[in-house]
Nanobody
Framework: QVQLVESGGGLVQAGGSLRLSCAAS????????MGWFRQFPGKEREFVAV????????NYADSVKGRFTTSRDNAKNTVYLQMNSLKPEDTAVYYC??????????????????WGQGTQVTVSS
């Protein structure tokens, strides 16, 4: 069973930074891409970023491009989301996610079957 444990959320002022971490266990981490999503109250989860299994490919939502960076350390089975220049509209619950199939990347949440517990990010104005 795959487990994803997130950490790093919190309260930050606009313009500040946070780094989210997602530690994975339960299968060969380095064979799977990892995604980041966020969810606003009353809305569906939306794509934020994805990183390939090797870390050589990344893709971002337009709303975070240039401000957020995802990376991974396969030796530590951990993926990161560095969030800079945060805005109040970034306030949401953030989730990391893993797909069922190895060597595949997805932007849509339907491609993911394992999810972290979510971590709240609140950006004050």
């Amino acid at each position: 069973q795959v487990q994803l444990v997130e950490s790093g959320g919190g309260l930050v002022q606009a313009g500040g930074s946070l780094r989210l971490s997602c530690a994975a266990s339960g299968r060969t981490f380095s064979s799977y891409s990892m995604g980041w999503f966020r969810q606003f109250p009353g809305k569906e989860r939306e794509f934020v970023a994805v990183i390939s299994w090797s870390g050589t490919y990344t893709n971002y939502a337009d709303s975070v491009k240039g401000r957020f960076t995802t990376s991974r350390d396969n030796a530590k089975n951990t993926v990161y989301l560095q969030m800079n220049s945060l805005k109040p509209e970034d306030t949401a619950v953030y989730y990391c996610a893993a797909p069922r199939a190895p060597f595949s990347t997805y932007r849509d949440h339907s491609g993911y079957v394992y999810w972290g517990q979510g971590t709240q990010v609140t950006v004050s104005s």
